[in-house]
């Protein structure tokens, strides 16, 4: 009866004894190995700390194997499994390895949950070694992770695949070596949406600085950059995102529109007339200049006048033409009013007449004539006859106002006015008449001496 309880464990015994002689026989062994640490440190990964992680969160990852320093390379396989349940999930199977240093092979894989990784041989002895001890006979550790603190987000692991036949095994952790690095998702896009195809979008390692630059679009103008709605103010064409999430890279454009600007005769404007790119829902402002004597009646927008405002925005919500009318319009000539004689001097009694001539202003004018700083009472034409019956100094203007009130008032003429001599001769009313009859009177006085001369000369011929 010993014998037969003793069969099945001798059995068992002499099929591992078997099994490691066919493996000693067939794969090569690694007279001296290097260590894990010495893996990591010849693949460049000098900066590294020891992790406590036996599990991973979910999300995406990017896994490259470096280094199979085992007897079994061919037969490896490494899973991930979802925690607490014994789906695994192949990630790395048999040949795409080998033995030693191997090119660096990459593959991804995407994990719903909180994940473990586990390695076991796919030919025979389909043992199972896990990054969770507790998974493993006798709570062993078959993986060591690091932190590579150069790389956020990236695990350095190295399996080891003692046999649970016979709890051998060398403790190196090289056995499969590979690192382990959480990746997040770029989405890059335009705004109108579909504008173009923007380079840069996809899966990048995480916290990995990513430059993405917008794309030149015939017909539109870049904006601005944003990142998850957050506008970038430099206003770049660049940007620059930092992986430490899934984000969405928009670049805004806005439709470029054509405003033609024209300048009818008589002035110019600011930018010269031509045709202008502008962003659609923009301002442009323009601005008329007239030349000299002209000035801007009003602006045109598509043929409406669209008033005198300077300078004038125009709306860039279409394609819109843009003229400036000008006319002619010279300063307004002085307002001075001129009258005449500016002097005179006359006998009490006597007449000057008054006229005047206006230039400039706005007519039809409204005239008053003043004597000696009154206003002359009915003197409201462009003429005055004045009859001085006053001797003495007398002061005479006009003054004028235009249509749009606006006055004028001539210099001061200076009228001496004097008294005739006792006896002397008379003076005829109206108009001042001094000189003819001064002329009248010497004409008579000569006609008289001529009459008594020849009187005497008849009384002469009757004496004789």
Same mark, same amino acid.
């Given at each position: ?95 795409? +390895?080998?033995?030693? #240093? ?5 593959? *991804?894989?995407? =994990?719903? !949950?909180?994940? $473990?990784?586990?390695? /076991? ?78 380079? +840069?979008?996809?899966? #990048? ?5 990513? *430059?993405?630059? =917008?794309? !030149?679009?015939? $017909?539109?103008?870049? /904006? ?10 430099d206003g770049l064409i660049t940007v620059v995102v930092n992986m430490n999430a899934s984000h969405t890279a928009s670049a805004h454009y806005t439709k470029t529109l054509a405003l033609t600007i024209v300048a009818e005769s008589g002035g110019s404007t600011n930018p010269p007339p031509g045709t202008y790119a502008a962003n659609q829902n923009s301002t442009f402002q323009v601005t008329a200049t007239p030349n000299v004597d002209y000035i801007l009646d009003h602006w045109e927008l598509d043929g409406t006048n669209v008033g005198s405002e300077n300078p004038y925005s125009v709306l860039m919500n279409a394609n819109p033409t843009v ?142």
């Amino acid at each position: 009866m010993g014998f037969r309880r003793m069969q099945p464990v001798l059995s068992l015994f002499i099929l591992c004894a078997l099994f490691l002689s066919i493996t000693l026989t067939v794969f090569p062994v690694h007279a001296s190995e290097p260590s894990l640490t010495e893996i990591l440190g010849n693949l460049g990964f000098a900066n590294i700390v020891n992790s406590s992680a036996v599990t991973f969160p979910s999300g995406r990852y990017k896994i490259t194997l470096y280094a199979e320093f085992t007897q079994y390379s061919n037969s490896n396989e490494l899973c991930f499994y979802q925690i607490g349940t014994n789906n695994s999930m192949p990630i790395l199977e048999g040949l795409e +390895g080998g033995d030693g #240093y191997v090119s660096p092979l990459t593959k *991804t894989f995407e =994990a719903d !949950s909180e994940f $473990g990784l586990s390695l /076991s041989r796919n030919d025979s002895l389909p043992f199972r070694y896990f990054t969770e001890p507790a998974r493993n006979v006798g709570g062993q550790q078959f993986a060591v992770v690091y932190n590579d603190l150069d790389s956020l987000g990236m695990f350095l692991i190295g399996f080891d695949d003692r046999s649970y036949c016979t709890g051998l095994g060398d403790y190196d952790y090289n056995d499969m070596v590979f690192s382990l690095q959480l990746q997040y998702y770029l989405t890059v896009q335009t705004v109108p949406l579909g504008l173009a195809v923007i380079l +840069g979008q996809g899966w #990048y390692d995480q916290c990995q600085d990513v *430059t993405v630059t =917008a794309a !030149s679009i015939l $017909g539109y103008n870049f /904006s601005y950059w944003d990142v998850d709605g957050t506008p970038r103010a430099d206003g770049l064409i660049t940007v620059v995102v930092n992986m430490n999430a899934s984000h969405t890279a928009s670049a805004h454009y806005t439709k470029t529109l054509a405003l033609t600007i024209v300048a009818e005769s008589g002035g110019s404007t600011n930018p010269p007339p031509g045709t202008y790119a502008a962003n659609q829902n923009s301002t442009f402002q323009v601005t008329a200049t007239p030349n000299v004597d002209y000035i801007l009646d009003h602006w045109e927008l598509d043929g409406t006048n669209v008033g005198s405002e300077n300078p004038y925005s125009v709306l860039m919500n279409a394609n819109p033409t843009v003229k400036a009318i000008f006319v002619y319009s010279p300063p307004p000539l002085q307002f001075l009013v001129t009258i005449s004689p500016m002097s005179a001097s006359i006998d009490k009694g006597q007449s000057v007449e008054f006229n005047s001539a206006v230039s400039g202003g706005a007519p039809p004018y409204d005239y008053q004539w003043y004597l000696d700083n009154n206003p002359v009472l009915g003197g409201t034409s462009d003429s005055w006859i004045a009859t001085f019956a006053e001797s003495g100094i007398h002061y005479v203007y006009l003054r004028v106002t235009d249509s749009n009130s606006n006055s004028a008032q001539s210099s001061i003429a200076r009228i001496n006015v004097a008294s005739p001599p006792v006896g002397g001769y008379s003076v005829s009313g109206g108009r001042n008449r001094g000189g003819e009859s001064l002329m009248l009177h010497l004409t008579a006085l000569v006609a008289l001496a001529a009459g008594a001369t020849a009187i005497n000369r008849k009384r002469k011929r009757r004496t004789k």
